[in-house]
Every structure is written in structure tokens, then in C-alpha cells.
Nanobody, 122 residues
Framework: VQLVESGGNLVQPGGSLRLSCVAS????????IGWFRQAPGKEREGTIC????????YYNDNLKGRFTISRDDVKNTVYLQMNDLTPEDTGVYYC????????????????WGQGTQVSVSA
């Protein structure tokens, strides 16, 4: 499966963004889709994921209440809604796909998008 992210932008603290991840290829519904991010000088980290059955998995409990994920299997698209953004949310956001489950190890994921830049600054 091939993935393309979009929706990244510069936003002020407290603002919101919605990222999109569009997948091409068969059997999109069989895939878990996760969102990872990488801040400058830091390792890539998982944020939130949707299993193939639509269950939400948070990799960081601190994001609960601010980040939500949804998927539209007809449009082959997964959305990441981010609210109340802070400068610590700045980074390149990647979506990734793997069959069925939301693995915490980034190395377990099969496909990655090219990333979209999110910058939170006044």
C-alpha cells in the first residue's frame, strides 16, 4: 500500500489541524494505520493508531483529549484531528500501514508516507 499525507501547516499555539493520509492499493480495510511524528533532533515516535477494525490506540496517553483518529474505508483515508496544539507538537508527521494491528515498534510497519510538516509557533 502507498500512503500520501497532507494537511500540515504553520499554526499558532492552541490551534487545530486535521491531517489526512490517503492510501492506494488493495485491501485498505485490512490495515492498521498509525500516525508517527519526528521532531528536530529527536527519534520518531508513535502518537495514535487505528486498527483494521477501527479501534483507537494511543501511544502517548498525554495526547488523549487532544488527538483523535478516524478512518473512511470507502475513501481509503485516515484522518488525524489535532486540537489545542503546543510547540511541542511541532514535527514531521508520518502515516504508516501494517496489516491488522498497531505495533509500537516503528520497524514493524510495512509502508510509510513521505511526511507532512506541522509547525506550532506564535
Amino acid at each position: 500500500v502507498q500512503l500520501v499525507e497532507s494537511g500540515g501547516n504553520l499554526v499558532q499555539p492552541g490551534g487545530s489541524l486535521r491531517l489526512s493520509c490517503v492510501a492506494s492499493g488493495p485491501s485498505f480495510g485490512a490495515y492498521a494505520i498509525g500516525w508517527f511524528r519526528q521532531a528536530p533532533g529527536k527519534e520518531r515516535e508513535g502518537t495514535i493508531c487505528s486498527t483494521s477494525s477501527g479501534r483507537t490506540v494511543y501511544y502517548n496517553d498525554n495526547l488523549k483529549g487532544r488527538f483523535t483518529i478516524s478512518r473512511d474505508d470507502v475513501k481509503n483515508t485516515v484522518y488525524l484531528q489535532m486540537n489545542d496544539l503546543t510547540p511541542e507538537d511541532t514535527g514531521v508527521y508520518y502515516c504508516a500501514a501494517v496489516v491488522r494491528w498497531c505495533y509500537s515498534d516503528a520497524g514493524a510497519w510495512d509502508s510509510w508516507g513521505q511526511g507532512t510538516q506541522v509547525s506550532v509557533s506564535a
